[in-house]
């Protein structure tokens, strides 16, 4: 989680809330005599630079994600299928979320934070060492020469057998694959032994770039349920409790972005930051994405809805900035996202026809029900056509 803003759900690497966090209070806190000396201020110039650094950094996961998720999407490799939430997890969603944050809150309450967070640093380890492999394996593949000798590999677990034989992991690799994990693994000792800003901030992107590509949306109305409920989801935490404040203080995790505001005073040791949670970028993130493919899925070559989207992500992220600096006060980013996400693609209307929907490809019943789906509507064409 993020400290005054960001909730994450570690059993599914979902991220549950979000909120920006206001640096003014964060240099108020921070500058209490704790060691007998005081934080200077922050600059305008360095609060400006964090600002426009979490934005710029915000933005990267999301757009590099949602056209990820197309390839995604088409895609056969067992090991890249998108995880499809449907309308049924979209509403039940804010209510784990919340009865999660609250089992953290107790938790907190109970048992030692120190070991708490040994132990979620190392779920944290893993998962990050993963996730930035994952993120970087299409890039680095370009750097590989020809005559690289690269292996195929399958990492597969089933339960049970014969008939009954179901698959657990289906995992495919190569060589290549492995030099990025090498790589990955030193960025997550390294944050592992220090908690870098730049490290965490490596495991953030790649984070929110893994969840905007493989966390696919069924249709626009499973988006508005899911974007709905984590809007009251998060005025709620944020506003109404100090469950969310207590709880992502104590929580350490590389599920936030930070910038220093005193970056041009300190350098790449500073340590006063401002901060933004990873839910800022992955909830509006994957409804972004599923408007890119539907505007894909309309072969018009414009992307309108897409573009659309992704310009009121920036309204939305900048108004909550704006917000924040004026009332010097931690916001609730959704509370301002949520609206310009779902509004602004309302000004291009939506073409009259049928609706876009994606079918979960891990789900035989729903492909089934897809070509069903598909087969009916082809008959009662013909059918029109005859008469």
Known sequence: MQRPELESDPERSFVMDSALSDPHNASAEAGSPANGTTRPPSTPEGIALAYGSLLLMALLPIFFGALRSVRCARGKNASDMPETITS???????????????????????FSQEYINLLLSMYFFVLGILALSHTISPFMSKFFPANFPNRQYQLLFTQGSGENKEEIINYEFDTKDLVCLGLSSIVGVWYLLRKHWIANNLFGLAFSLNGVE????????????????????????????????TVARSFEAPIKLVFPQDL???????????????????????????????????????????????????????LTIFIMHIFKHAQPALLYLVPACIGFPRFPPLPQGPSYEESNPKDPAAVTESKEGAEASASEGLEKKEK
């Open 88 to 110: 049924r997890d979209a509403a039940r969603f804010p209510i784990i979320a919340s009865c999660t944050l609250l089992g953290l809150y107790l938790f907190f309450k109970i």
């Open 214 to 245: 493989l966390l696919h949306l069924n249709n626009v109305s499973t988006g508005c349920i899911l974007l709905g409920g984590l809007f009251i989801y998060d005025v709620f935490w944020v506003f109404g409790t100090n469950v969310m404040v």
């Open 264 to 318: 041009l005073e300190r350098g790449l040791e500073a340590n006063n930051f401002a901060m933004l949670g990873l839910g800022d970028i992955v909830i509006p993130g994957i409804f972004i994405a599923l408007l890119l493919r539907f505007d894909i899925s309309l072969k018009k070559n414009t992307h309108t809805y897409f573009y659309t989207s992704f310009a009121a992500y920036i309204f939305g992220l900048g």
